[in-house]
């Protein structure tokens, strides 16, 4: 069975975020610290940050992170950077200060409407051939930017929305395409910013709609003997198609309990085919965080 690497995703080391954050807070150094302890006891050497993280590249960058091993580091642009060259380049070089690092795994714009704007592709091009970057990708949202970005031969990496519920892509041609051009594919999002792991009815309070979907999801993974967490996890990380599962935690026991969770890939089979045929054409209102 193919199975994707993990990445962890420092959004939460960085911000109070997510609908399911166990702290409340933002962690201190100290909490963070001991995360990135854990990830890195556990074999994770790939770590996804952005520059709208809130502190989560200094984070890192006190860690020193980028001195660890094999590290591979992915961040990605802010949002709102003019289209202007040199402020994009600029930019590179302030979130490698950050991370005091000497050059990024991958450089992703961080929305996709950034690859219609000629300075800032041009920037963003102009860093991987000066060694700021090894690779550069998007971070994308809906389906049609997916595929637009696959087909963009400067692009070498993409981040893409996918979970048990969101499954636009699997019939959109986008993975056949990726491995054809050979695509590093980053998959965020498994546990759908945490409402997988809620019960039905908390579910529904604060995603009006969900309550059905995620009591069939937690009924087909409890069939198979998979608690939520684990069968979210394992959906993407079973996809043959997915190269690194980006996830986050709050604290470290909570990293610890998602490194458990590879153990059970390979008895995975059964419940992975029942899930992908119980979820189709789910709202887009349930599907799209923003939109909560």
Same mark, same amino acid.
């Given at each position: 069975?193919?199975?994707?690497?993990?990445?962890?995703?420092?959004?939460?080391?960085?911000?109070?975020?997510?609908?399911?954050?166990?702290?409340?807070?933002?962690?201190?150094?100290?909490?963070?610290?001991?995360?990135?302890?854990?990830?890195?006891?556990?074999?994770?050497? %790939?770590?996804?940050?952005?520059?709208?993280?809130?502190?989560?590249?200094?984070?890192?960058?006190?860690?020193?992170?980028?001195?660890?091993?094999?590290?591979?580091?992915?961040?990605?642009?802010?949002?709102?950077?003019?289209?202007?060259?040199?402020?994009?380049?600029?930019?590179?070089?302030?979130?490698?200060?950050?991370?005091?690092?000497?050059?990024?795994?991958?450089?992703?714009?961080?929305?996709? %409407?950034?690859?219609?704007?000629?300075?800032?592709?041009?920037?963003?091009?102009?860093?991987?051939?000066?060694?700021?970057?090894?690779?550069?990708?998007?971070?994308?949202?809906?389906?049609?930017?997916?595929?637009?970005?696959?087909?963009?031969?400067?692009?070498?990496?993409?981040?893409?929305?996918?979970?048990?519920?969101?499954?636009?892509?699997?019939?959109?041609?986008?993975?056949?395409?990726?491995?054809?051009?050979?695509?590093?594919?980053?998959?965020? %999002?498994?546990?759908?910013?945490?409402?997988?792991?809620?019960?039905?009815?908390?579910?529904?309070?604060?995603?009006?709609?969900?309550?059905?979907?995620?009591?069939?999801?937690?009924?087909?993974?409890?069939?198979?003997?998979?608690?939520?967490?684990?069968?979210?996890?394992?959906? %993407?990380?079973?996809?043959?198609?997915?190269?690194?599962?980006?996830?986050?935690?709050?604290?470290?026991?909570?990293?610890?309990?998602?490194?458990?969770?590879?153990?059970?890939?390979?008895?995975?089979?059964?419940?992975?085919?029942?899930?992908?045929?119980?979820?189709?054409?789910?709202?887009?209102?349930?599907?799209?965080?923003?939109?909560?």
């Amino acid at each position: 069975m193919n199975r994707a690497q993990l990445c962890l995703g420092t959004v939460q080391l960085g911000m109070n975020y997510g609908i399911k954050n166990v702290l409340g807070r933002r962690p201190t150094y100290t909490e963070s610290f001991a995360v990135l302890d854990a990830a890195l006891e556990a074999g994770i050497r %790939s770590f996804d940050t952005a520059r709208v993280y809130g502190m989560a590249e200094e984070v890192l960058g006190c860690y020193g992170l980028a001195q660890e091993e094999n590290v591979r580091i992915i961040s990605k642009l802010r949002p709102d950077l003019p289209n202007d060259a040199g402020a994009v380049l600029h930019e590179v070089k302030e979130s490698l200060y950050r991370l005091k690092a000497q050059k990024l795994t991958c450089l992703m714009l961080h929305r996709a %409407s950034d690859m219609d704007r000629s300075a800032i592709m041009e920037a963003l091009c102009r860093a991987k051939k000066l060694g700021l970057t090894d690779t550069i990708g998007v971070s994308v949202y809906e389906p049609e930017d997916a595929v637009r970005t696959v087909e963009d031969v400067r692009f070498d990496a993409i981040q893409i929305p996918y979970n048990v519920l969101d499954r636009r892509l699997d019939s959109s041609g986008f993975f056949r395409k990726a491995k054809e051009r050979r695509i590093t594919v980053y998959a965020r %999002s498994a546990f759908l910013q945490g409402l997988l792991l809620m019960e039905p009815e908390s579910a529904e309070r604060k995603v009006p709609g969900s309550e059905a979907l995620i009591r069939l999801f937690r009924e087909i993974a409890e069939k198979y003997g998979f608690i939520p967490a684990e069968a979210a996890m394992l959906y %993407s990380l079973t996809h043959p198609s997915i190269d690194y599962v980006v996830f986050g935690v709050d604290t470290a026991e909570q990293l610890k309990e998602n490194i458990k969770i590879l153990q059970k890939a390979e008895q995975f089979d059964h419940c992975c085919e029942e899930l992908r045929s119980a979820f189709h054409d789910v709202p887009r209102e349930i599907i799209t965080p923003s939109l909560w």
